[in-house]
């Protein structure tokens, strides 16, 4: 049989586990994680339209931001339909 300290360093470690699974959950839906993803494929496609393409970067570049944002909220929705009919 377990000792109680070994019981309780258990439930601690699961506790500390619990909590950095939270907060991960939280990141994958947070609107930082959004806005960094689209704040650096913006970026990247600037410097990919300005230097190979030649072409006004910083409006055409807005098209693929605008579709990640697009896709993040869609995804959102279509995973919520998904899950109400498992």
């Known amino acids: ?5 070994d019981l309780l360093e258990r439930i601690e470690l699961l506790e500390n586990r619990n ?3 939270e907060a991960d959950k939280a990141w994958e839906t947070s609107w ?7 704040a650096l494929t913006y970026l ?3 410097a990919y339209l300005h230097f190979v393409i030649h072409v006004n970067p910083w409006l055409n ?3 693929p931001v605008t ?5 993040t ?3 959102s929705i279509v995973k919520k339909y998904w899950l ?3």
């Open 1 to 5: 049989m377990k000792s109680k300290t």
């Open 19 to 21: 909590k950095r699974v």
């Open 32 to 38: 930082v994680r959004r806005l960094s993803i689209m």
């Open 44 to 46: 990247v496609i600037v």
């Open 61 to 63: 570049a807005l098209v």
């Open 67 to 71: 579709g990640f944002f697009l896709s």
């Open 73 to 75: 909220l869609t995804l």
């Open 84 to 86: 109400d009919k498992l």
